[in-house]
């Protein structure tokens, strides 16, 4: 007999008004039969299965329309009959686990963490603790913020021998508290973190951060000291260490460990930035010039002058007459060929290191000022008084440094410059602020233009090469019988400063 699906249907909505509901299941089971894809026929069965008790009929029946919504995207629908499987099966596993996933899929975090939880209590009743930590873990990514079950499941791995995801995990735990204010709680997860892995960076990074915010730096430091000290070449915690005892705004140690950063990354000298300023806030300012001294050569190679100008600035803001910052600044624009300001910064030298008595440094000043604006006869008298111009100024040869970044130090080791009333250091002696000597340079070729453009600016080139004049002719400007050779040297001076 043909198979007619209209009549069926019939026929088993009249047992349903009849109230013969097996009757019913048995017209419905025909069509399910015949068309397997009917999925609403397939839930009216489902459904009167249910109400005469056959639970197991009718579950299966839900698991097939609820496999198929899953499959073609149709998560709601999925939903709804999973939904009707547990209030048939409350205790199942498996329909628990797939609304988790479901709800997860959705973003119902509240709905999915709750049968997560569910499924987890499950496996950890049973001993299934793998899964139970699988399913754990699956609620952590879903509700980051949760940290109360982070920290479950760092201690469900330290129960299964599992240290590296448990300090991970107890690290995100700390990560989630600090950004919510909660620095003493993040501290006790990041402490848990390093008891298992003392030496773990973001632990380590997330500790110094929650110290920072309650204003304790210093216990970060510690801790991060001994860790460092466990692993000396470890660049990455040599960087935390200078960064821990910056924000513990201790200098000394800051400068310390800052030396130790760039023993292992020459490239890491801008560091010592912040411990300069560090100083200057102190009140420290002869530490501070020190420590910009130290990098200030360094900086101009990797042509960040710009950085330079702006902390000398800042140094002399806070004391305009400091004659070791303003020697530095006549450096910075020397090596910018900025002259309008390098003439500048020569006359505020000069008047500083008047005031402090520093005779050297001013006349350096007003022998440089002679040289780049010799039209400035007013200078001579003070200059004479000194001594008249610096033979030593043009004596030690300046080491080249590339203008244009194409090589840097190898290795930079930051040297502390040590100034004194008389005179500057060696390490920031007049080698790195004058020329070759003002005497009649040797017999040697010029570089051509192009070659020095190549090269990159360099105090030499400027000095020596465009500025290449004795001390016997400065002094004879003011005082030798040859006008006329006077004058053409004055021509000449004028020139090579255009």
Not at 14 to 28: D, M, T, V
Not at 146 to 172: D, H, V, W
Not at 281 to 299: H, L, N, P
Request: a negative charge.
């Amino acid at each position: 007999m043909a198979f007619d699906k209209v009549k069926i249907l019939r026929t088993a909505e009249k047992y349903l008004e009849l109230g013969k509901i097996p009757a019913a299941i048995k017209e419905y089971s025909q069509v399910v039969q015949q068309e397997p894809d009917d999925f609403t026929t397939l839930n009216t069965l489902g459904d009167l299965y249910a109400r005469v008790g056959n639970q197991t009929a009718a579950v299966s029946c839900f698991h097939r329309i609820a496999h198929h919504y899953r499959e073609q995207g149709f998560s709601l629908k999925s939903i709804a009959m999973y939904k009707k499987i547990d209030r048939l099966q409350p205790s199942s596993i498996e329909v628990a686990s797939s609304l988790a996933d479901l709800y997860a899929q959705q973003g119902l975090v509240v709905e999915a963490r709750a049968h997560y939880l569910l499924v987890a209590d499950s496996h950890s009743r049973t001993g299934a603790t793998n899964e139970a930590l699988d399913t754990l873990r699956k609620i952590a990514d879903l509700d980051p913020q949760n940290t109360e079950i982070r920290t479950r499941l760092a201690q469900g791995y330290l129960k299964q021998s599992m240290p590296a995801e448990a300090a991970a995990c107890f690290m995100e735990a700390g990560n989630s508290l600090l950004e919510r204010g909660a620095f003493d709680n993040a501290l006790e997860a990041f402490s848990k973190a390093l008891e298992i892995r003392p030496a773990d960076h973001p632990s380590l990074s997330g500790l110094l951060a929650a110290h920072s915010a309650r204003g304790t730096a210093d216990e970060a430091a510690e801790a991060i000291e001994i860790a460092a000290a466990n692993y000396p070449d470890d660049i990455e915690l040599l960087s935390m260490l200078a960064k821990a005892y910056v924000e513990a705004e201790d200098a000394v140690q800051a400068e310390r460990a800052t030396g130790e950063l760039l023993a292992k990354d020459s490239s890491a000298h801008l560091r010592y930035v912040d411990v300069a300023r560090l100083y200057l806030k102190g009140g420290k300012t002869a530490d501070a010039v020190r420590v910009v001294g130290g990098i200030a050569e360094q900086m101009l190679a990797a042509r960040e002058e710009s950085q330079l100008l702006e902390l000398l600035d800042e140094l002399l803001t806070c004391d305009s007459d400091n004659v070791q910052a303003l020697r530095l600044l006549v450096r910075a624009h020397w090596w910018q060929r900025d002259m309008e300001n390098l003439k500048a910064a020569l006359d505020r030298l000069a008047e500083a290191a008047q005031a402090a008595g520093l005779d050297s440094d001013e006349r350096y000043a007003l022998t440089q000022l002679r040289r780049l604006a010799p039209e400035r006869t007013e200078l001579l008298p003070r200059l004479n008084e000194l001594g008249g111009p610096e033979d030593a100024a043009g004596n030690e040869p300046l080491p080249e440094i590339d203008a244009l970044g194409e090589s840097t130090p190898a290795a930079f080791q930051h040297t502390e410059f040590e100034f004194e009333s008389s005179s500057l250091s060696p390490e920031i002696g007049e080698s790195e602020f004058e020329s070759h000597s003002f005497a009649a340079m040797p017999d040697q070729e010029v570089e051509s233009s192009d070659k020095r453009d190549e090269r990159g600016f360099t105090f030499e080139t400027v000095v020596a090469e465009e500025l290449a004049t004795s001390v016997a002719q400065i002094e004879g400007d003011h005082g030798g019988n040859d006008e006329a050779r006077n004058e053409a040297v004055r021509v000449q001076e004028l020139e090579s400063v255009d």
